[in-house]
């Protein structure tokens, strides 16, 4: 999946499919997960949030499937 650099202390970049709804995030310490059945609504809010990782951690990760791949 083609992810677009972020600006985040946390999040190096950040990629969606809207085809199959996944979300997909790469983070500062080189780990990447796939979040699965984002609503590409979601996705747009937090590459436009003020804080791409605190949105991530409050709408996000507690709320989607994910694995670490």
């Keep these: 999946m083609n992810r677009t650099p972020v600006t985040s202390s946390n999040v190096t970049s950040v990629g969606y ?4 709804m996944t979300l997909e995030v790469e983070f500062r310490n080189g780990s990447v997960y796939q979040y699965f059945d984002v609503p590409e609504t979601v996705y747009q ?3 436009s949030a003020s804080s791409v990782g605190i949105y991530l951690n ?7 499937r994910y694995v670490q791949i």
Excluded: E, L, R
């Design 45 to 47: 809010d937090m590459v």
């Design 58 to 64: 409050q709408n996000i990760k507690s709320s989607y």
């Design 17 to 20: 499919d809207p085809n199959t």
